[in-house]
């Protein structure tokens, strides 16, 4: 699968700014993502922290297609056309987008188990 990801900052002007730019992000890009050909799931988190330090990110956004070429062809489309100018419109120059793949022989390895509950038991008298 090939995910695009989007990273949003913090607008400036505070909370009212945050506000406002999560009211037409939620009520007007979202909307035209959803249409989007192609486009498998999309989900949205908000960062609450970035641990061992600062960060100015406030939401993250993983858009997720069947491959490169579906990627493509969804980010042609007049609806992520019209997406992008309205996400221009309620922040510029706030978002970074990423394209990531994904990596199965990774993936195995970070799905090993593990066992928790065996070393707890062997460990009582």
Sequence with gaps: MTTLLAL???PDGG???QATFERRYTGEH?????QTPGLRETRISRVTEALG??????????????????????????AMRRAGRVLRDIAPGLA???VLEDAPE?????????D???????DRP
């Design 30 to 34: 979202l909307p035209l993502v959803a």
């Design 8 to 10: 949003y900052r913090r």
């Design 53 to 78: 330090a600062e960060t100015d990110l406030i939401l993250v956004a993983a858009m997720r297609f069947d491959d490169r070429a579906a990627l493509d062809a969804g980010l042609a489309s007049d």
């Design 116 to 122: 928790t509950v065996g070393s707890a038991v062997e």
């Design 96 to 98: 970074t987008l990423l």
């Design 15 to 17: 909370s009212d700014a």
């Design 106 to 114: 990774m993936i195995a390895a970070a799905s090993q188990p593990v």
